[in-house]
């Protein structure tokens, strides 16, 4: 759904691990999400009811992915909601549609002013505007859940990239790289 993501591969590597007990483990992660400008993050997607379970796991791997420069996500169902799904299908619906090129405009003007959600309500910017700009890549809003959180600000995305996709990364699925921990 991000403008910036050039790939995405499930289950691309295995990782090989060394346990509490001593005994080497294999294991594979679910995605590697590859940006435009080459860099990479490495997710697993797993329910927050396992994720204690998992913490050695996680951690070890977290620690070997580092010294390759790949953060390494931990997503969970808190995450990962029916709300945020449904938005990700609505970007997609609105990636190719054909949006007048004034309403664009209008919303970039916004944006340009550092206006937040409820400004664009408020000033009649059609839905159907941001969610086209969304979808294209061209902006972003500072909180995942925008739609509830009517001061989330608007900001263009290219402004962002100088700080690396890592920072869109974050933003997008609403949590930070998983930080090792005993």
């Known amino acids: 759904v991000l403008a910036c993501v050039k790939r995405l591969d499930a289950q691309p590597f295995k990782v090989a691990w060394t346990d509490a007990e001593g005994v080497t483990r294999s294991y594979t992660p679910d995605f590697l999400?590859?940006?435009?400008?080459?860099?990479?993050?490495?997710?697993?997607?797993?329910?927050?009811?396992?994720?204690?379970?998992s913490a050695e796991l996680f951690n070890a791997v977290s620690k070997q992915l580092r010294t390759k420069n790949l953060a390494f996500y931990?997503?969970?169902?808190?995450?990962?909601?029916?709300?945020?799904?449904?938005?990700?299908?609505?970007?997609?619906?609105?990636?190719?549609?054909?949006?007048?090129?004034?309403?664009?405009?209008?919303?970039?003007?916004?944006?340009?002013?550092?206006?937040?959600?409820?400004?664009?309500?408020?000033?009649?910017?059609?839905?159907q505007a941001w969610f086209a700009a969304l979808s294209r890549g061209a902006i972003g809003f500072d909180s995942p859940d925008f739609m509830t959180a009517t001061s989330a600000q608007l900001f263009h995305l290219r402004k962002l990239e100088a700080d690396g996709h890592e920072i869109l990364f974050n933003n997008w699925i609403g949590c930070t790289p998983w930080q090792p921990h005993l």
């Open 74 to 127: 931990v997503i969970t169902d808190k995450q990962l909601t029916h709300k945020r799904a449904s938005m990700c299908q609505a970007w997609r619906r609105f990636r190719n549609s054909a949006v007048p090129d004034e309403m664009l405009a209008r919303l970039m003007e916004k944006v340009d002013q550092g206006c937040n959600w409820e400004d664009t309500q408020a000033d009649n910017v059609p839905k």
């Open 33 to 53: 999400c590859t940006f435009d400008d080459g860099s990479s993050v490495v997710v697993e997607v797993k329910p927050q009811k396992f994720v204690e379970k």
